[in-house]
């Protein structure tokens, strides 16, 4: 088994067996609930193309310089993030390693419960065929003791294979289970070109209305999406990089990474616009909360009949894959550092850690407005706070980043290299703090708005 030896005296820290166990753990945290359901119903809320483009630009912008940061710090530490912001920042700075176990908890707590409803839904649909109405079938599953159940099942499972450990758990989960998501979402949308409203959905996603382009609340929705999407902000990238051998090039593997994310969000929104339009659904997921697309997708597949259960089952299907190899990298971060912090062995820290997370995750399970409010509290604002603060330590006060990403870089990247910097230095702050500022506000209406209503 490779292991390395983590800096400060720590013991032989584990790492990943190969280039491409590593590439795929990471694609796998990035690829998740955020590709296949969330972008498609920001992006429909976000007036489709509009939202594509600004997406795509925050991906370049924001979202590749962000994670070769994240990167740097994990491989240059070996630590998990506390400990790596301590060693390369002094003790302040390891207050935003707790910040991002905080955000990790937080968000694994409800992103559980929705992982929950995804698996159900693929296990009940292969079963038994979708409902006759989903709207109704989703009031019964989204909420009360059947969420938390589900919710709990699955927390078991993300546990199950973080225990094992980084070779034997998280790497071999993304091997098998990487390629067999993306080989069903390419197969879904080849299916889905031969739909007959498919022109219908490629025309809404694709043909921008450029009048959004310059709207706040639809930029500071892309940029929050590439956070989220990428697993950025919260230490995901930096946690699985510490377990990376020195010599790789991390340039490569930030625009690897970023590139496969986009190319599944992008290529489950050619699922899911053309399955919607095909429907005539099209109004029910644009006014979107979190369970629209639960509803519109099944009540599509039961409409098309028996080839729709076979494709609907895939989808969820890989939907739930997807959810499992993200929450994994979510236990990664607060277990690797209770582990790391507190010289706890890694089974008992991801189950003690694992029991925490899915006991609060309850309070989501019980009501959804308590998930939506903990997504735009840690999955929105929290994110984004850590996002910028990464940027903040990685420009201005980590010593000589740009050495770091020069490492094992290949002669296509090393150009790019002080561009990357000067982007970290001097375009992330400014630009990610208006995000920021603008999702206080959000935040500060999502409160207002679950105790109004509550
Ligand atoms: N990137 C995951 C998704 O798109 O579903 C969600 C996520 C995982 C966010 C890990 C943050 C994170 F650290």
Redesign the pocket.
């Known amino acids: 088994m490779a292991t390395g030896s983590g800096s400060g005296g720590t013991p032989a820290r584990e790492l990943f067996g190969s280039k491409w166990g590593f590439v795929l753990a990471a694609v796998g ?7 296949m359901w ?1 972008f498609s119903y920001v992006a429909a809320e976000g007036g489709g193309a509009a939202f594509v483009i600004l997406y795509v630009i925050m991906v370049l912008l924001l979202g590749i310089p962000l994670m070769l940061s994240e990167l740097v710090v994990g491989r240059k530490t070996h630590l998990s993030p506390i400990g790596a912001l301590r060693e390369l920042g002094g003790r302040g700075w390891a207050l935003l390693g707790g910040l991002f176990v905080l955000v ?1 908890f937080l ?1 694994l707590s409800y ?1 559980s419960v929705i992982a929950g409803w995804t698996m159900r839904f693929a296990l009940e649909s292969a079963m038994t065929g979708f409902p006759g109405d989903p709207g109704q079938h989703f009031g019964e599953i989204a909420a009360g003791p059947a969420a938390m159940g589900w919710h709990l099942a699955f927390m078991v499972l993300t546990i199950g294979i973080v225990m094992v450990g980084v070779q034997k758990g998280i790497e071999r989960a993304a091997m098998v289970l990487m390629p067999t998501l993306f080989v069903i979402v390419i197969g879904l949308a080849f299916w889905a070109a031969t739909l007959e409203g498919a022109g219908a959905g490629y025309a809404y996603y694709l043909t921008p209305d450029l009048s959004e382009l310059m709207n706040p609340n639809v930029i500071r929705q892309a940029a929050s999406q590439a956070f ?4 950025l902000g ?1 230490g ?1 990238m930096l946690t699985f990089a510490s377990y990376l051998a020195r010599d790789e090039d991390l340039n490569e593997q930030a625009v690897t990474i970023s590139f496969a994310d986009f190319a599944v969000a992008f290529t489950a929104g050619l699922v899911v616009f053309p399955v919607i339009f095909a429907l005539g659904l099209q109004d029910s997921v644009g006014e979107s909360t979190v369970g629209a697309l639960f509803i519109a997708l099944p009540g599509a597949f039961e409409a098309m009949g028996g080839p729709g259960r076979v494709v609907g089952v895939l989808f969820f299907v890989a939907l739930a894959v ?2 499992i190899t ?1 929450a994994i ?2 236990l990664e ?1 607060v277990t690797s550092s209770i582990i790391d912090e507190f010289g706890i062995a890694r089974k008992n820290a991801a189950i003690m850690m694992g029991i925490l997370i899915a006991i609060f995750g309850l309070a989501s399970a019980h009501n959804t407005d308590v998930l939506g409010l903990v997504d735009q509290i840690a999955g929105e604002l929290l ?1 984004a706070v850590g996002a910028l603060s990464m940027a903040i330590f990685v420009g201005w006060r980590m010593k000589d980043p740009g050495a770091e990403m020069l490492r094992g870089a290949g002669p296509r990247f090393t150009g790019a290299v002080p561009a990357v910097l000067f982007l970290v230095k001097w375009l992330l702050p400014p630009v990610i703090a208006v995000v920021v500022w603008f999702q206080i506000w959000a935040t500060r209406d999502a409160i207002t708005g679950f105790f109004g209503a509550a």
């Open positions: 945290s990035a690829v998740g609930l955020g590709n969330r990790g968000i992103y989220f999407s990428l697993s919260m995901a997807g959810a993200s990298s979510l971060v994110l």
